[in-house]
């Protein structure tokens, strides 16, 4: 395998929002980020994930873009990003944007010109079809519910597509002018210094221009706009292959992350790899598991088996073909400790363990604001107190279904997105020290526990323990192996085991958490040493055998 500068490293996404809010109006921005580079270097960060900053009203958190060239003024200028740019190069940090390419924003001048006349250039960036007989042109589904099809202002019987909100109209890529749009925004954004993208909801822009019908996978008549996406994915190839060589190719170092859902695994060598569309794609598998079903209401909590077959599943596939971004949580999932680990484990001890299987697993792994310090959800104590679009959809769409408020309330307590997007928690100050304005959301209850302040303090903590997960992934002595070491699983002894090796070439490093309510053991025929553990108490090494009790995780090289 070809080797790439960002192989080895460990990557922060950052959700600007919710991160740091340097002017005090209550919304986190470019300063709070600037300010907290010596910390993320600090943590041993290397490459930073910022989600959308650019200018959006916001309907969707700002993955509703008006304008693709310039910073949103709650963010701050492009002369804070620049600043951002050159400080996060002194600390050896590269910087990756969220790159939305199947949508933009209602906002945006090629929608407006589209809702003023259709015969213009810009309109023809947009899937704009009749409506048949008074009804949308087809039956499918949106991402957040609904139909993907509202009406064109201004025009009585047009609509456009819209695979998100409405306020998202989608983007015609059959059209070669549209694409040439897309490839200069990437290569301003790529020529002014930012290392790459993480490019957002990848597998929408495969379609068929002729939207039929489609059979119904649910009671109201709707079929979701997946099975589209799935039948066309050939399409988007065709697309992504096309943005790559015009972009990414022609910068040498640049680095394309895909969100990609639901990749087959005939198609894994399609995405990654040598000669793959992009350098890496994020490994949703223990999300698709949980989120099985089309609504919260249906979607289902692991056991811990659960997820550790979808977790090694894709690092089994990957193995051969190339990197994936192991992670548990970003801003459009609840909490990792809160929905992987069993209750019994949501604490110092699991949020350590899950630390330790997600980092030294093969790929490029990605913290999300928060989980160097064991983030948990949040409670919510009423429906006003959720901000996201897809939060309230679900549950009106629960109380439909004849759940009642509590019940839908409970859902999304569970599986909100809102869980991640709650500000950082930098102390136990009233705002968390988030800001010293009431915060655009509610800030977590967690922060007297949990927060940077008091795990910088604490040597045990979650936030050193991170420290020292990265640092022995950057250490000489097994960053080869960690880096490039297949992946092999071991024997479990329980079903809330999860046991694993990376074979390098002169060491295998072993992980082993034991995430049940008893204790384990195992005997070894060969020497070996322990190099971390979650907690000095839970594992015990006599001669070859391990003793790990409940709730003990570690990791042990082996020379050969
Ligand atoms: C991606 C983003 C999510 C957004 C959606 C539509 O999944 O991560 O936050 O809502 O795309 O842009």
Same mark, same amino acid.
């Given at each position: ?13 950052? #959700? ?143 609509? #456009? ?75 988007? #190839? ?97 909490r990792?400790v ?8 949501q604490n110092d001890?699991g949020a350590k363990?899950l630390a ?14 928060g989980s160097e310090i064991g983030m948990q ?69 967690f922060?007297?526990?949990i927060?940077?302040?008091?795990q ?5 903590s979650i936030l050193?323990f991170y ?16 880096? #490039? ?76």
């Open positions: 395998m070809e080797k790439k500068w960002w192989h080895g490293k460990v990557a922060y996404q950052i #959700y600007p929002k919710s991160f740091l809010d340097s002017n005090n109006d209550g919304i986190g921005d470019l300063g709070g980020i600037i300010q907290k580079l010596d910390y993320l270097h600090d943590l041993g960060i290397e490459i930073l994930w910022l989600s959308p900053i650019y200018p959006s009203p916001f309907y969707d958190q700002g993955y509703d873009i008006k304008d693709y060239y310039d910073i949103d003024p709650t963010f701050g200028t492009m002369q804070d990003f620049d600043l951002l740019l050159e400080k996060a190069k002194k600390l050896n940090i590269k910087i990756v944007m969220d790159l939305v390419l199947n949508h933009c924003s209602i906002e945006h001048i090629w929608f407006k010109k589209a809702c003023l006349d259709v015969n213009l250039k810009e309109a023809s960036y947009f899937y704009i079809r009749e409506g048949k007989n008074g009804q949308p042109p087809n039956n499918q589904r949106a991402c957040f519910g609904g139909s993907v099809w509202d009406k064109l202002p201004n025009h009585d019987n047009l609509y #456009y597509a819209h695979f998100f909100t409405k306020e998202q109209p989608d983007l015609n890529w059959f059209n070669a002018d549209l694409r040439a749009e897309m490839y200069k925004i990437v290569n301003f954004w790529l020529d002014k210094g930012v290392s790459g993208f993480r490019i957002d909801a990848i597998m929408c822009i495969a379609k068929d221009p002729n939207f039929p019908m489609y059979e119904s996978d649910s009671e109201d008549g709707t079929c979701s706009h997946l099975r589209m996406n799935k039948e066309n994915i050939k399409v988007a #190839y065709d697309f992504i292959r096309d943005l790559r060589d015009n972009t990414f190719k022609k910068h040498k170092d640049s680095i394309a992350i895909a969100e990609a859902f639901g990749v087959l695994d005939e198609d894994l060598s399609i995405f990654i790899g040598d000669d793959g569309l992009f350098d890496c794609i994020f490994d949703f598998s223990a999300r698709e598991a949980v989120a099985s079903y089309h609504s919260f209401y249906g979607y289902k909590m692991l056991s811990v088996k659960e997820y550790k077959d979808a977790i090694f599943s894709m690092q089994k596939r990957s193995n051969n073909t190339g990197f994936v971004c192991p992670l548990f949580e970003n801003h459009d999932e609840p990792g809160s929905t992987y680990l069993p209750k019994a484990w001890i363990a330790l299987i997600t980092l030294f697993l093969r790929g490029m792994p990605f913290l999300f604001q959800n949040t409670k919510f104590e009423s429906i006003d107190e959720f901000d996201d679009i897809l939060s309230k959809n679900e549950y009106k769409n629960s109380l439909e279904h004849g759940l009642t408020k509590e019940l839908a309330l409970d859902i999304l307590n569970v599986h909100a997105r809102d869980h991640g997007r709650t500000p950082m928690l930098w102390d136990d100050s009233e705002y968390a020290a988030f800001s010293t304005h009431k915060p655009w959301m509610k800030v977590s209850s922060k007297d526990k927060n940077v302040k008091a910088l303090e604490d040597k045990n050193n420290k020292t997960l990265i640092a022995l992934k950057k250490d000489e002595r097994f960053n080869s192996c960690l880096t #490039y070491g297949d992946f092999v699983e071991i024997e479990s002894r329980s079903d809330d085991t999860i046991a694993y090796k990376r074979e390098g070439s002169y060491i295998d490093i072993y992980v082993i958490a034991n995430l049940g309510l008893s204790d384990i053991s195992y005997t070894f025929d060969f020497n070996f040493d322990i190099i971390i553990s979650n907690d000095l108490s839970l594992v015990l090494k006599d001669k070859n055998t391990l003793y790990i009790k409940r709730g003990g995780a570690l990791a042990f090289v082996h020379k050969k």
